[in-house]
């Protein structure tokens, strides 16, 4: 097929659609939204979309449900934030309150992997994964199903109020506004034990910031999902905005290549002999945009990436027996070296001669994507940082200790002299056994040569070691005295030590904590 001329174009529907959000034609911020009615996109992107949102709502949702049996002492929900007992579990792993520092680590590891994300492949969260795009995509899905696809949904939206017009809207609204109760019901179910907070729900036994929660979380699911789609990104997500910071020459973007499509011609008997390219004009990839963008006008803040004008233009290309790749992801790096080729370094306008062969193909000198790209030093760094913080709390999580305490001295009165000369400390123990089982624990006075202790709840018997039983997952209080003889040596500090007396020798969990004894030499 000779370069200049054009396959028959009688196949390609050409959609009479202007975008909504164009860079071209910017809008008031105080005007009226414009209605998008985006047409069902088919292809490989489509497709990868359908599966993150079955894999993250379905995630959503089922996760409250899932059980993880961690004994009889402690809740088995395997995805639980435990707000009455100050605790966040996971599988296997429990975090408590002193412990936030691991919710400190997961918040910069999901920063630097946002981070490395849109350095590498632009705004691929937003198009993706971003809970925003998610529900937007579900609700279009119902509307879709209920209405039609664009055509029908513009037709039914120009016409006037009938009755099988109001039965769709109340149908579509209805699904809606179900899909958002689920939401915000499934929101709550991660705070508690999901089957018997959905049991208290029903009979109107849940407290009162279950209901609020979910009748919050189903108006902003339903308000933003259903009716501001687009506008909450545009205007009220700071991402569009930040992006910028995040992207570079080789950071892959949604991009039109221009040097190949232009110039475009919408007929094939208008293009015989002419220079032109391969875009026809049909505008499909501005039917298919949920942003409402013609992506032919370059990168806009609007563009959320997620590529359903690469499929809707791929279809296109089919039908014209040419290759994909007219919208495609691409780095500026290799786009403007393929733009400087095509304009003779800038100095002509588009020459389709100066990119491609008689044959039709892609001169070798054309720039396509290298993988390798992906591996320059900005994405490593970003890669060993996120890394680096999983392996340090992943190590962490496994060497921490599961037993612990904290000891707090009597402030008035700080020593007690006796009738025999001896001198009596005050101490409050905390012990905190932090695994989901009662374990007994040794309570050992070490230092304070001649010095003993008494728990008065154990009797009155006097000691350098006791045997304490502590609950599972709680901590248990103590109150401890410490003794020092008259004769003994006059030592300020010492150390209570904890150990569990139920593990093996060489395992056992032990904790200690220094202590100061108080004298009437030391207190001014």
């Not at 037709?155 to 809207?169: E, G, I, N």
């Not at 202790?453 to 599972?472: K, L, N």
């Given at each position: ?10 196949d390609?529907d050409?959609?009479?659609v ?9 809008q008031s911020?105080?005007a009226p ?5 985006p047409?069902r ?5 489509r497709?990868f979309?359908?599966v ?8 959503y949702?089922?996760a409250?449900?899932i059980?993880?049996d961690?004994?009889p002492?402690?809740p088995?929900q395997?995805i639980?934030?435990d ?5 966040f579990f996971f599988f ?5 309150p002193?412990?936030?520092y691991?919710v ?17 492949v ?6 993706y994964a971003c809970?925003q795009?998610?529900w ?20 039914l939206?120009?016409?006037p109020?009938?009755?099988?017009k ?6 579509k609204?209805a699904?809606w ?11 709550i179910f ?6 018997s907070l ?7 036994s849940?407290p ?6 979910i ?8 308000v ?24 570079d ?14 110039q475009?011609s919408r007929?094939?008997?208008k ?18 945009c ?5 992506i032919r006008?370059?990168q806009?803040?609007e ?11 791929g279809g296109?290309m089919d039908?014209?027996?040419k290759p994909?790749?007219l919208?495609?992801?691409?780095t ?32 070798p000198?054309?720039r396509?994507?290298?993988w390798r790209?992906i591996?320059?030093?900005?994405i490593?760094f ?5 890394a680096?913080i ?9 060497l ?6 904290n000891?707090i001295?009597d ?12 001198i009596r ?6 012990v905190l ?16 040569e ?11 018997q006097?000691a ?9 997952d ?6 401890v005295f ?11 500090e010492?150390l209570?030590v904890?150990e ?10 032990r904790?200690?904590?220094r202590?100061a004894f ?7």
């Amino acid at each position: 097929m000779n370069l200049y001329t054009r396959p028959n174009l009688n196949d390609i529907d050409h959609v009479r659609v202007e975008p909504v959000n164009a860079r071209r034609n910017r809008q008031s911020l105080y005007a009226p939204r414009k209605k998008i009615f985006p047409k069902r996109a088919e292809g490989p992107f489509r497709r990868f979309k359908w599966v993150l949102m079955l894999l993250t709502l379905g995630t959503y949702y089922l996760a409250p449900w899932i059980r993880w049996d961690r004994g009889p002492y402690a809740p088995n929900q395997a995805i639980l934030v435990d707000l009455a007992s100050r605790r966040f579990f996971f599988f296997f792993i429990e975090i408590w309150p002193q412990e936030f520092y691991y919710v400190a680590g997961l918040l910069v590891m999901a920063g630097f992997g946002l981070f490395l994300l849109t350095a590498a492949v632009g705004r691929a969260w937003c198009g993706y994964a971003c809970p925003q795009t998610v529900w937007v995509d579900l609700f279009i899905v119902v509307e879709r199903a209920v209405e039609g696809d664009r055509n029908a949904r513009m037709k039914l939206d120009a016409d006037p109020f009938t009755f099988d017009k109001l039965r769709k809207r109340v149908i579509k609204h209805a699904i809606w506004l179900l899909i958002a109760v689920a939401t915000g019901g499934a929101w709550i179910f991660y705070f508690a034990d999901a089957p018997s907070l959905a049991a208290s729900l029903f009979d109107g036994s849940a407290p009162a910031a279950a209901y609020a929660t979910i009748a919050t979380l189903t108006a902003t699911t339903y308000v933003l999902g259903g009716l501001m789609r687009e506008q909450t990104c545009t205007y009220m997500c700071p991402w569009p905005r930040i992006q910028g910071a995040m992207l570079d020459e080789n950071s892959l973007v949604v991009t039109y290549n221009d040097w190949r499509g232009e110039q475009r011609s919408r007929h094939g008997k208008k293009a015989q002999g002419l220079p032109v390219g391969d875009c026809v004009d049909c505008n499909a990839c501005v039917a298919v945009c949920p942003m409402g963008i013609d992506i032919r006008d370059g990168q806009q803040m609007e563009c959320i990436t997620c590529a359903l004008c690469i499929d809707a233009c791929g279809g296109v290309m089919d039908k014209l027996g040419k290759p994909h790749g007219l919208i495609a992801y691409a780095t500026l790096k290799e786009y403007s070296s393929n733009m400087s080729l095509a304009t003779d370094g800038g100095r002509t306008a588009i020459q389709p001669s100066n990119v491609r062969n008689d044959d039709g193909s892609f001169m070798p000198a054309v720039r396509n994507f290298d993988w390798r790209i992906i591996f320059r030093r900005r994405i490593v760094f970003y890669g060993v940082v996120w890394a680096s913080i999983g392996v340090a709390m992943v190590v962490h999580l496994a060497l921490r200790d599961r037993l612990r305490l904290n000891v707090i001295h009597d402030r008035n009165p700080q020593y007690v002299l006796e009738s025999d000369g001896s001198i009596r400390n005050g101490y409050t123990l905390h012990v905190l056994n932090m695994v989901p089982k009662p374990r007994d624990v040794t309570i050992t006075l070490v230092g304070l040569e001649g010095g003993t202790m008494r728990i008065p709840e154990f009797g009155r018997q006097d000691a350098r070691s006791f045997t304490a039983h502590v609950e599972p997952d709680a901590a248990t209080t103590l109150k401890v005295f410490v003794t020092r003889a008259p004769d003994g040596a006059e030592i300020n500090e010492f150390l209570f030590v904890i150990e569990d007396i139920g593990q093996d020798a060489g395992q056992a969990d032990r904790a200690s904590y220094r202590a100061a004894f108080n004298a009437p030499g030391d207190v001014k």
